[in-house]
């Protein structure tokens, strides 16, 4: 028996800082990708009705949780606390060019109000097909209407935001095989329990990280999550969980160059509760980082035409769809990419934040590159490990001099049911803990150890991460060059004593030259 947790919510520039737009305009093989064909769920408060910036999500496409009366997720009624807050998140995602701008200029219809004559605000992935699951609704009888008519819902109709109804959203959404769902391929979650004062909700054992381990498992869908805006070494659950995609926010300082971005100061940080290295990446959540902090300018719940469309919201709330976005660009150029492997493309084509060297505690592994997770799709290369001290080895292509061999490897914690994860014959749980050695030769000489990524001190993870990423830059050109391969072991430990098969993903910015 476990505490139902209470559940709280948490473009213009952003498309470009993430370079989405390289990506819409066809910079990947001549090919513009826009998400079109590609289901993406917010699960959140549901979304402004016929906002004229948004898509309209079908009736199988959406489902009101919060309230249960027939209603469908696109009404008036949202949460008080945090109004708009999921068609905001929503916008970061879906938004659509300017209806008053198609001809080149202001329509006359429409009033002389052409808000976005170059499109700017256009959503990451802005064909995509939108599935909205509402879990929340404004309390009972109260008065928070956004002047707009609200009908209350009927006491024995209202479900209050906790973790379990939160669950049955994202069941819901990523719609697991035989039952019934809009079965969508990204799922973004902004919601985030608060934690009682307590980080020993975000370890591997609490049930919020088996939960949405066994969503994503046996939905299939890659999920992404706000990591929370708590500050350092305060991280929220689910963030907590081996298979999510956990996002931290970074200011993006109103320009598309990443070398003046700065993290947000209230971005929550790692690690988990059992010392795992979450976040996993930052993606633009504000404007300006501090003392003047705005927020990323998205779609207002509150509208009113024609004017009042667009409203600036901030946190790893709107970091979160940044990514989720990426991924559906990256699902329409793959559509057979899993989660695994979309974990491992998105950490390997991060950039470093400021003076970041590895794994950072609000960071993550990087700042998001949608064109580079993009254009990175296919050096991918699956593998698994049967037995303890097995291993594989995986022959990188040449690297060019001054120019760095990075390679991430990730795999998942694999799961019976929603709480219980599979367990090898001794009992110990899934996942594996495996170990990365970057290894390079010189012509003629024996491979050596350039890089590992074999954590052990408390604030930079342990050995059951699933997450593991190494770099090394080779030789300049007028020196002898390495040759490079990874080596990826299974290797038990205390922490994580599980023995049976695991698969993994390797990700490359290099060509595979040879593996298993």
Same mark, same amino acid.
């Given at each position: 028996?476990w ?9 213009d ?22 998400? /079109?064909?590609?289901?993406v ?14 898509p ?47 001809g ?20 990451? $992935? ?30 024995? $109709? ?12 994202? %069941? ?8 019934v769902?809009?079965?969508?391929d ?12 307590? %980080? ?13 381990d ?7 869908a890659?999920?992404?999550? $706000? ?11 689910? %963030? ?5 995609? %956990?996002?931290?926010n ?77 991924? $559906? ?16 493309i ?16 609000? /960071? ?11 254009r ?42 929603e ?31 350039? /890089? ?65």
């Amino acid at each position: 028996i476990w505490l139902d947790l209470p559940i709280e919510p948490q473009l213009d520039i952003s498309r470009l800082s993430i370079e989405a737009d390289r990506v819409h305009d066809g910079e990947v093989g001549g090919t513009p990708y826009t998400g /079109a064909g590609v289901k993406v769920a917010v699960v959140d408060t549901g979304l402004a009705p016929d906002h004229p910036r948004l898509p309209v999500p079908t009736t199988a496409n959406q489902k009101n949780f919060a309230c249960r009366d027939g209603r469908d997720a696109t009404d008036w009624c949202d949460v008080c606390a945090l109004p708009g807050h999921g068609t905001g998140v929503a916008g970061i995602v879906f938004m659509q060019s300017d209806p008053c701008c198609a001809g080149g200029g202001c329509e006359s219809w429409c009033q002389g109000e052409c808000f976005d004559v170059c499109d700017a605000l256009l959503g990451i $992935a802005y064909d995509a097909i939108p599935v909205i699951a509402k879990m929340y609704h404004e309390v009972p009888y109260s008065q928070c209407t956004c002047f707009r008519p609200c009908d209350d819902c009927p006491a024995e $109709a209202y479900y209050p935001p906790t973790w379990s109804l939160i669950l049955e959203g994202l %069941s819901w959404a990523a719609t697991f095989p035989a039952q019934v769902g809009p079965n969508a391929d990204v799922v973004s979650s902004s919601l985030a329990a608060p934690g009682y004062n307590s %980080s020993e909700f975000t370890s591997a054992a609490h049930v919020t990280s088996r939960n949405v381990d066994w969503v994503i498992w046996a939905g299939g869908a890659t999920m992404t999550q $706000a990591a929370g805006n708590f500050g350092a070494s305060q991280l929220r659950p689910p %963030s907590g969980a081996f298979n999510v995609i %956990s996002v931290g926010n970074y200011g993006h300082e109103n320009t598309p160059e990443r070398d003046d971005d700065v993290i947000a100061s209230n971005s929550s940080g790692g690690p988990t509760n059992d010392l795992r290295r979450k976040p996993d990446l930052c993606a633009p959540g504000q404007q300006y980082s501090e003392p003047v902090s705005t927020g990323i300018l998205t779609s207002r719940f509150c509208w009113t035409w024609p004017s009042q469309l667009f409203i600036r919201s901030q946190g790893t709330s709107f970091a979160t769809p940044h990514v989720a976005g990426a991924i $559906a660009l990256m699902k329409e150029a793959k559509p057979s990419l899993t989660p695994c492997q979309v974990h491992a493309i998105l950490v390997n084509s991060t950039e470093l934040l400021g003076t970041q060297v590895g794994w950072e505690e609000r /960071a993550g592994w990087g700042q998001l590159n949608a064109f580079d997770a993009v254009r990175w799709r296919n050096r991918i290369a699956d593998a698994s490990l049967t037995d303890p001290s097995d291993s594989k080895l995986f022959q990188v292509a040449t690297v060019s001099p001054g120019k760095e061999a990075i390679l991430t490897v990730a795999w998942q914690r694999a799961m019976l049911s929603e709480s219980n994860p599979v367990e090898d014959e001794n009992g110990n749980p899934s996942p594996a803990s495996l170990d990365v050695f970057l290894e390079g030769r010189l012509s003629g000489g024996a491979w050596s150890v350039l /890089a590992a990524d074999v954590p052990s001190f408390p604030m930079d993870g342990k050995p059951e991460d699933n997450v593991r990423k190494v770099r090394y830059r080779q030789a300049s050109e007028d020196q002898p060059q390495y040759e490079f391969r990874l080596r990826v072991e299974h290797n038990p430990t205390s922490d994580s004593p599980y023995q049976g098969l695991q698969a993994f993903t390797v990700a490359s910015r290099h060509l595979f030259t040879q593996s298993p």
